[in-house]
């Protein structure tokens, strides 16, 4: 596949770490038009493609749910998904225009995996992290013993928490 010199430098102006992702969905997008060199109207095209997706929406919560990574191995997360979307229990709080734009583990005590992946949703526009029910309980599941920590990752980054999801 071709590129032209104005498409080419477009495309240096998408972060390295998914350029090469962009620049294959840009020529698989040009080859389907029966085309073998890349314009700068392919670029813009696929950048607005991607922006209507990745866009933040004003009135739209973007919600996501870290949940313990023991618990995960037998729950597969349907009651948390039941009660977003019926916006029951902890979810009452909002409208239609609410998503769950992620639903992750700790990644194992301590809550390895938290802080990184907290940037990662900061970058997606992340509203709220909900605690999920699992890591609060202590009936059906241990508590967890680093929800201290956890929380205080979460708020250092400045997102707001809600605990609990379906209990």
Avoid at 1 to 23: D, F, Q, S, T, Y
Avoid at 65 to 85: H, L, M, Q, Y
Avoid at 136 to 147: G, I, N, Q
Wanted: hydrophobic share 35%; with cysteine; glycine share 8%.
């Amino acid at each position: 596949m071709e590129w032209e010199p104005g498409a080419a430098k477009e495309l240096e102006k998408i972060p390295e770490n998914v350029r090469k992702m962009a620049k294959m969905g840009i020529e698989t997008s040009v080859e389907r038009k029966g085309k073998n060199t890349v314009t700068i109207e392919d670029v813009k095209e696929a950048a607005e493609r991607v922006g209507a997706l990745m866009g933040k929406d004003e009135k739209t919560t973007k919600i996501a749910i870290v949940r313990c990574d023991i618990v995960s191995e037998t729950c597969p997360g349907v009651a948390c998904f039941k009660a977003f979307n019926k916006r029951k229990i902890r979810f009452s709080e909002y409208g239609p225009d609410a998503e769950i734009i992620g639903f992750f583990t700790c990644g194992g005590c301590p809550g390895r995996r938290v802080y990184r992946l907290v940037d990662s949703l900061l970058r997606h526009g992340v509203d709220v992290i909900h605690l999920s029910s699992c890591m609060l309980m202590e009936s059906s599941y241990p508590k967890c013993p680093h929800l201290d920590g956890i929380r205080q990752m979460i708020l250092k980054k400045g997102v707001r928490i809600v605990e609990g999801t379906h209990h």
